[in-house]
C-alpha cells in the first residue's frame, strides 16, 4: 500500500491538518485502520492522532482517495471529533472511563 498526500490545509483554530490523500493498493481496499496506521508514519504521528474520515474507491479501481484530520495531540481529537467517529478510529475516550466510574 503506497500513500501520496495530495493537500494539505493547516487549521490552527482546531489545532489540526486537514488531509486529503491517494492510496494505491494492489488487493482489496485496505480498512480504516490500515490507512489511519500508515498515514501517520507517513506523516511522524501517532495513531490517535489521526482521524480518517472518508475513504472512497471506484469500482475495480486500486487507487482509494481519502480525507483525514491530522490532530497536535490525542485529547484535541477527543475534543473536537464526534464520538461515532472515534470509535470507528479506534481512538479510545480515556475520559468517558472516569466518567463510567465516578457515575
Do not use: C, W
Amino acid at each position: 500500500m503506497e500513500i501520496d498526500i495530495i493537500d494539505e490545509d493547516e487549521n490552527p483554530m482546531l489545532h489540526r491538518t486537514d488531509v486529503r490523500f491517494e492510496v494505491v493498493h494492489d488487493e482489496a481496499t485496505p480498512s480504516r485502520l490500515s490507512v489511519r496506521d500508515s498515514l501517520a508514519a507517513k506523516l511522524n504521528k501517532d495513531s490517535d492522532e489521526v482521524v480518517v474520515h472518508t475513504l472512497d474507491t471506484k469500482f475495480g479501481m486500486r487507487k482509494t482517495v481519502g480525507y483525514a484530520k491530522v490532530y497536535e495531540s490525542p485529547e484535541f481529537a477527543k475534543d473536537v471529533e464526534q464520538e461515532y467517529m472515534l470509535e470507528r478510529n479506534k481512538i479510545t475516550g480515556d475520559d468517558a472511563d472516569v466518567e463510567a466510574e465516578e457515575a
